[in-house]
């Protein structure tokens, strides 16, 4: 990495290609600091292609400087997938230096990604895979285990981690080709499907794991005393638990912010522990 | 029928694809732009981005009033997203039948923020652009401002004027 | 009560760290929670009420940018309080969330610095000083990690006795309330989720969850496992389906609008 010349090429072997990954790789972990309310991520968008501009345009150039003040645009996406996008405007810039692409389609190519990509960072791994190792792991927290911890980063880690790589040396490698190619095959679309339906069955069954709602009420007629939860437990299994993640699921749904629905939780749960309805008792 | 027209800067992302369309429970998002429909790459990186059961089209501004006032649009469920108030002026024009809300949650940022001002964290409005929805409200389409569901909506005329 | 609150604003520190630098979910409440304990002597604590706090916080996540509670804040002070108080997990979950509502407010106060900063950071290339541009992102970098440090420091050294005070005085209806408020907590974290995921289509996929581990007694693993394998069936038939449909390559370009115009009203 002592590339001083005036008139650099940028990766023209495969060793320094790789380096270029492993750099990348290590750079853009850190895009969320210095995230702002004007541009979100710009700044550190522009902290992270630092290196790799200089070494395109040389260190201290003008043009290195334009194109530092270009990415102090708006940019804000998942942290994941983003690798990708550094990768198509790096092979950008090398093309804008090399053959003269028009800068101003960087930009265009920059904002036109970062939205969909967020989209697919989010729903895949904020709601697909962080759900899924959650409902593995937690049953080992339960339990005070070790394996619990470990099982969720490496859960959560290793796809979080594998994307960002792939990402980032398919982004540099394909360019601006790569989306439509993805497109054509469908193949994302189907991922971003078969992790939602993992998810919901994960939530349903969190939902009948972890969800405690039964009544203490216990009615005493002539004879005997009737268990109320007793009841609806032969009625079916989880009945309690279920209408109220439904209740809760149908209560958000009519735009209520979620703190209301937490405070009206805690409220139904002092009110009905007050009457007697619900209670400690095992 | 329109459930919503939005403005937002980044067009199809999370805060669009799995807050917003869930919520209104769309069967369509149309992205709404002469440029962008121009160019491949971005339509499919924003098809792509649309979620499970979604169909996401992007639109010039006359085809897209073409088809969403043919009557079999009726039955459709849509969310509209546009990045340029010039368009969604252009296009409000041309609907039959206005979108049920319309909504400027992200704008100015992307675009660069010399001459515009601050209405709020989300929204940056050149002096030309702020006439432009002034005008809109006078012809009777009032913009709120809601970024997600469960933000309050706040009428854009009052915080113009704030 | 010093060591713990350096114990305690470290972890804040690595919290916030591995919640930002790569994403890696240090600040899901479980993984708040373990590393607390861990910095607080007492692990396994940690871990067990990492558990009860993540149900609480699981439908919880940041979207767009945007983090409605700060679940990473609420993980690690629900441990703490956990920890040096011996509050019961739930009396822990309930002192969790004014914290967890504390920790967007101070992040709100320092996203306001640092958009000051973005203009100050456009100058410094302006004028082509590559090095100021370079030591301002380090001290930013640094000033964020300070102050959730001093954040929690400050808050251990300054509030433990009152609350150690405030959960004596707990009467036991109370007590009994808050265990059952736990309880029920998690149905809003599923809702949450549901929110995000539910689509008409996908509903059944629910109930079918919910039921294997109701009537069928089975755990999350073998959930997952079955979800792997219905999952792929239910993709399985779509695949290749995307290549001829919407994307093979048009014949006329007038033909590809026809189809669009019929795609679009066509389920």
Partial sequence: ??????????????????????????????????TSYTKQQAVTFSWVMLPYLEKIYGKDTDEFYAAMLRHQDFFNTNVAVAPFVFGVVTSMEKENKENGVEAKSIN??????????????????????????????????????????????LLLNIPNWGIKWLSGKYGYKLGNTFITDAMKSGTLNLITKAASIVGLMMVGAMSAQYVTFKTVLKIKSASQVVDIQKIFDMILPGLLP?????????YLRKKNKPVRVLLAVVVLAFVLTFLGITGAAK | MIKMLRIDDRLIHGQVAVTWSKQLEVTRIVVVSDTISEDEIQVS???????????????????????????????????????????????????????????????????????????????YLSDEEVQIFKDLAQKGDKFIYQPLPGDAAEPLDKLLEG | MLMQALAVGLACVLVKFGAWWGAMGWDRPMIASTITGILLGKPVEGITVGAALELVYMGTQSMGGVIPQDYGLGGIFGCAFAILVSAKPSVAVALSIPF???????????????????????????????????????????????MWFLLGFIS???????????????????????????????ALGMALLMISLWSKKLAPYFFIGFGLV??????????????????????IGQIGKHTNGN????????????????????D
């Fill in chain 3, 214 to 235: 109701a009537f069928f007694k089975g755990t999350l693993i073998e959930v997952a496992f079955l979800g792997a394998a219905v999952a792929f069936l239910a993709v």
């Fill in chain 1, 108 to 153: 265009a190519l920059k904002s036109s990604l970062m939205g969909p990509l967020a989209g697919i960072g989010d729903s895949l791994l904020a709601n697909g895979v962080r759900l899924i190792a959650t409902g593995i792991a937690i049953g080992f927290f339960q339990q005070g285990s070790w394996l619990g911890p470990i099982l969720f980063m």
């Fill in chain 3, 156 to 186: 251990i050294l300054a509030g433990t006795s009152a609350i150690k005070a405030l959960v004596n005085m707990i009467p036991t209806v109370i007590m009994n309330s808050l265990t059952v408020a736990a309880g029920m907590l998690p």
């Fill in chain 3, 100 to 146: 967890s509502m504390l920790g967007t407010l101070i992040y709100d106060l320092f996203k306001f610095w640092a958009t000051s900063l973005v203009t100050r950071f456009q100058t410094h290339l302006e004028n082509h000083q590559i090095k100021a541009f370079k030591r301002l992102w380090n001290i930013q970098a640094f000033v964020y990690l300070l």
């Fill in chain 1, 1 to 34: 990495m002592t590339d001083t010349t005036t008139t650099p090429t940028f990766l023209p072997d495969k060793k320094s290609e790789k380096r270029f990954y492993n750099s990348l790789f290590w750079r853009s972990q850190w895009l969320m600091f210095c």
């Fill in chain 3, 247 to 266: 994307n093979a390559q048009p014949k006329t370009a007038e033909s590809a609008e026809e189809s669009e115009e019929e795609d679009f009203y066509n």
């Fill in chain 2, 45 to 123: 990186a924003l098809k792509m981005a649309a979620p499970e059961g979604i169909k996401a089209f992007v639109l010039s501004v006359d085809k897209a009033a073409k088809m969403l006032n043919d009557p079999r649009a009726d039955k459709l469920k849509v969310l509209l997203v546009l990045n340029d108030p010039k368009q969604v002026a252009a296009l409000l024009a041309e609907l039959i039948t206005k979108p049920a809300i319309l909504d400027i949650a992200n704008y100015g940022r992307v675009a660069g923020l010399d001459g515009r001002h601050k209405i709020t964290d989300t929204v």
């Fill in chain 1, 242 to 250: 279920l209408l109220l993640v439904l209740g809760c699921f149908f």
